[in-house]
């Protein structure tokens, strides 16, 4: 194959850089991942380059409410996506929502990951009742749609960011569990694991340093999907005004809020938080996709 | 298979019975309704009066017992907000989300595996490789979001369809009242039909396509091409049929998922469903409805869960057998 004739023979071929160079083959997914990480770096720097803070009164001017995309202030500022009715520069919202969007879904999703492996690991590494009630668990957990369980647990909880996060992480440890379970089970079979046994190595470390790296691959894929669902439920749940409170708004709430002014005209306060959301989610979805195809042992040459 | 059956009706009991009381618990270990119940500036009389009338002064384990056996007679409270039984209200929407997840379930069945089975059957063309993107687009799309641009096209820019309500409907078998028999009703359905089709129309679409790329390369696919059967043929009968196995068994295990999605359809066509019921009384904190909801919404999940499960193992002979022997 050609792979032999690019491949420097005396680098060494790493599996990770045997995988980096297969995704990079497609450009699609390339755009996608360079499209996320615009958007990543957008959130990192975003309160330092828009040109409000728009939750600082100060900074607002309620002459501006409800300005569509492009307008210019009394100051002479331009609002490149419009204002709120409040006078909120609607790019200046949409970068402070950004934030606690992907905060919000980045944090679940390294917890429920964390609980989740670890969940998963334990049932496959001891089997028996252990692993009896860990997947009953899970069973029953994912027989239910996730966002019944979410609006369940934030009906209970009430609104706040914590309380997001407790949510969609209980809603998503059982996908990684049953993942790394079914996975860490063929692995748990083979050679390499008997002999660790037979080495004398602890089982800590058999666990962690030789069962869980090569149970990874369709961790990586599930992670990657998982991501783009929390963003999704976290910004659903604010929309049904049971997410996120009012005081730290993300994209979810954003549209909410705009979609009072929908029937009336002013389509940009709900529209472009949207678009926001829609941009990050599909360029993560898509570099999910390639991930798969490239992680899918059935369908390597 | 009596064995497996009676066993598998027994889990769906436990996994009810589990259900219920953890959402007692939540529901009503948290929050005091009494506080939204009564004027704010209700006296202390007024405000125990309120809380005797509605049971709360008592013991928790006495309210879950109460609870408990109230509940196997179909009893789940009044309403704290209707002062009606909240099952009855409960019952009185159901319709209405039924009847669109129904058709929602009946439109991405159909157009998902149609639209699936072209991307699986070409992958490489451009209508495959369009489909695909398309569906990528459909699930990242969240649903609420989705159904404002619906709005905004169709309602407020074009100006074509009612942005919400339900229509008029016309009562069948004496009292259920659907829509999709007048024509104001079925204007009113079609932008909430689209929105739940959407997200699930892309899954189902993302199956489809996977199952024929696998049933495609079979023994008895390339038999029947070597014994000259028209592609035709071979597409509907040897190919769809085979694909349609898994296809069917998520489809209805997703009914669940969709009756509970339609609570953001609900919200933001302003359809008249339990989904929207639900938000509304999560915002007022009105537990009974709440319960019913849920107790409802659990029941139906897993009765379709049992369902599913059973049919699967009738029709699929490899199942069949593995469960017998084992």
């Known amino acids: 194959m050609s792979d032999l004739t690019t491949t420097a023979p005396r680098r060494k071929d790493t599996p990770l850089r045997r995988l980096a160079r297969q995704f990079l083959e497609d450009r699609i997914a390339v755009a996608a991942l360079a499209v996320f990480l615009a958007v990543a770096l957008f959130t990192l720097l975003g309160p330092f380059i828009v040109p409000q803070n728009p939750y600082d009164l100060a900074q607002l001017d309620f002459m501006d409410g409800g300005l569509p995309p492009g307008s210019q202030s009394f100051s002479g500022m331009t609002y490149w996506l419009g204002t709120d009715t409040q006078g909120r520069d609607m790019l200046s919202a949409i970068a402070y929502g950004l934030r606690i969007s992907l905060a919000v879904s980045f944090t679940s999703l390294i917890l429920a990951l964390i609980i989740g492996v670890a969940a998963g690991l334990a049932a496959a590494y001891f089997g028996g009742r252990i692993d009896t009630l860990i997947m009953r668990v899970v069973d029953i957990q994912l027989s239910f749609p996730s966002i019944l369980i979410a609006l369940i647990l934030l009906a209970l909880f009430g609104r706040g960011i914590d309380k997001v996060i407790l949510a969609i992480v209980i809603v998503q440890w059982a996908d990684f569990a049953r993942t790394v379970r079914s996975s860490a089970i063929v692995e748990r079979r083979k050679e390499y694991i008997e002999a660790a046994h037979c080495l004398g190595l602890s089982r800590q470390r058999t666990m962690f340093r030789h069962l869980l790296p090569n149970s990874l691959p369709p961790l990586i894929v599930l992670a990657t999907v998982k991501i783009a669902s929390a963003i999704s439920l976290e910004a659903t749940l604010s929309f049904l005004g049971a997410g996120v409170p009012i005081t730290q708004p993300s994209l979810g709430l954003l549209i909410a809020n705009g979609y009072d002014f929908l029937l009336s005209g002013r389509y940009w306060i709900a529209i472009f938080p949207g678009v926001a959301l829609l941009i990050t989610i599909v360029a993560i979805n898509l570099v999910g996709d390639r991930l798969r195809d490239v992680l899918n042992p059935r369908l390597q040459k | ?326």
């Not at chain 2, 229509?167 to 739940?196: K, Y």
């Open chain 2, 1 to 326: 298979m009596l064995v497996y059956l009676i066993r598998r009706l027994g889990q769906s009991l436990l996994v009810v019975v589990v259900m219920a009381t953890l959402v007692f618990l939540g529901v009503y270990a948290i929050g005091n309704p009494v506080d939204i119940l009564v004027a704010p500036d209700a006296g202390a009389a007024e405000i125990a009066r309120v809380t005797e009338r509605l049971g709360l002064d008592k013991p928790m384990w006495q309210q879950f017992l109460t609870f408990a056996g109230n509940a196997l007679q179909g009893d789940l409270g009044d309403s704290f907000v209707y002062g009606r039984p909240a099952l009855e209200i409960i019952l009185e929407r159901m319709p209405a989300t039924l009847e669109l997840t129904f058709v929602a379930l009946v439109l991405s069945t159909g157009l998902g595996v149609s639209l699936g089975l072209v991307a699986g059957l070409w992958p490489e063309s451009v209508a495959g490789r369009t489909i695909m993107a398309g569906s990528i687009l459909g699930f990242s799309l969240p649903s609420f979001w989705q159904g404002m641009l619906l709005i905004m096209v169709f309602s407020v820019m074009l100006g074509w369809l009612p942005a919400g309500g339900r229509g008029d409907t016309v009562e069948i078998f004496g009292g259920l009242r659907v829509s999709f028999l007048t024509w104001d009703g079925l204007v009113h359905m079609i932008l909430p039909a689209i929105n739940l089709t959407i997200f699930k129309m892309s899954l189902v679409i993302r199956l489809a396509r996977a199952t024929t790329r696998e049933v495609v390369p079979q023994d008895y696919v390339k038999f029947a091409r070597a014994k000259g059967v028209s592609r035709l043929r071979i597409t509907f009968v040897h190919v769809l049929k085979n694909m349609m196995i898994p296809v069917v068994t998520i489809v209805g295990l997703e009914l669940g998922s969709m009756i509970a999605f339609a609570v953001v359809t609900e919200t933001v066509f302003s359809w008249p469903g339990m989904g929207k019921l639900l938000i509304d009384s999560i915002n007022l904190l009105d537990r009974p409805l709440i319960v019913a909801y849920l107790m409802m919404t659990v029941l139906i999940i897993v009765t379709i869960n049992l369902v599913v499960d059973v049919i699967y193992t009738l029709l699929d002979p490899r199942v069949r057998l593995a469960g017998t022997s084992a």
